[in-house]
């Protein structure tokens, strides 16, 4: 067996080429219809199981879940704000980036898992939308506070109706209305094909993230302190919720993942809406630059360590 999952190669082919000022690029278009994919595959994978599922059985990790994405904005605000000595605004995206999620990072997790022949609990996407949406809500209130001047409305609109929640719930209402049989018709493009889209959108993704690695020289290594130690954080949390709630070895290491991740799509796209002062660059720097790498190289192996000697006892 392979020391690395293909599909991690090509992400750091991305990262050399970025790096390398190569013309090689994929166009938006293409990039755009991966990442549909993807978050489809999720959401129709994670359906069709929570269709076998009974629904009050997971309302209290669903809340558990919900509880902790709006508790790791909390954590990190004040030590980007006060150790970090950023910006109010700027503190609060950058923690409302880490107490959201990262799809493709989850999708990396899950074909890691799947690469290996670990199981796991496959109603989990449910809780990846679960996580898009505290951390925002949290963050804008760390950063503007509980006003009436707030725009809420236009928050809740840009938030529930933005492409990776209308996706990711509409998979999942799709896979539980029609089930695994009736998904079967389809099943060649959302399933059979996961990984090898999953490894064309980390080629990309590694292309953005080398581009974002020229910031870190602007702001200093607080960002990368940040970026690798926070996912540290999430992940204790994530392990600790996972056993708490006695989740097989393979949906440990995806809580934990989950926890670990940094948003890179849901929380920028918010925060340009209601919070235009914030400056993306930075959460972007520390989110896409390096923690999406440091999880696809390092923290999920890791993760899945932590994972197995909790299993153990230690």
Not at 84 to 100: F, N, V
Not at 188 to 193: A, R
Not at 229 to 254: D, E, I, K, W, Y
């Amino acid at each position: 067996m392979a020391v690395l999952d293909p599909v991690i190669l090509f992400f750091v082919l991305g990262v050399a080429a970025g790096l390398m000022r190569s013309e090689l690029r994929l166009p938006a278009p293409v990039y755009e219809f991966l990442s549909m994919v993807l978050l489809l595959a999720i959401g129709l994978k994670g359906g069709a199981e929570l269709g076998r599922q009974s629904l009050p059985a997971l309302l209290p990790q669903v809340a558990a879940v919900a509880a902790m994405g709006a508790i790791m904005p909390l954590l990190a605000f004040p030590v980007l704000h006060v150790v970090g000595r950023l910006k109010r605004a700027d503190a609060a995206a950058i923690a409302a980036h880490y107490g959201s999620v990262s799809v493709g990072t989850f999708a990396v997790a899950t074909a890691y898992l799947t690469y290996r022949d670990i199981g796991f609990e496959a109603y989990m996407p449910v809780f990846v939308v679960i996580l898009e949406i505290p951390a925002i809500i949290v963050g804008v209130a760390l950063a503007r506070g509980i006003a009436m001047e707030t725009r809420w409305k236009r928050m809740a609109h840009e938030v529930l109706l933005g492409k990776s929640i209308v996706l990711l719930v509409g998979g999942l209402l799709i896979g539980w209305a029609v089930g695994a049989e009736g998904l079967q018709p389809i099943g060649f493009l959302f399933f059979d094909l996961f990984k090898g889209v999953l490894a064309l959108f980390l080629l990309e993704m590694g292309l953005i993230a080398a581009g974002q690695l020229g910031s870190l020289r602007h702001h200093g290594p607080f960002l990368v302190a940040f970026g690798l130690g926070m996912p540290l954080v999430g992940a204790a949390l994530g392990l600790g919720l996972a056993a708490a709630f006695q989740m097989s070895l393979g949906g440990t290491v995806l809580m934990a993942t989950l926890a670990a991740s940094a948003s890179y799509i849901a929380v920028p796209a918010a925060f340009r809406l209601i919070v235009p002062e914030a400056n993306p660059a930075l959460s972007l720097t520390a989110s896409l630059g390096v923690t999406f790498p440091f999880n696809i190289l390092a923290g999920i192996p890791f993760y899945h360590h932590l994972a197995a000697r909790l299993e153990g006892g230690l």
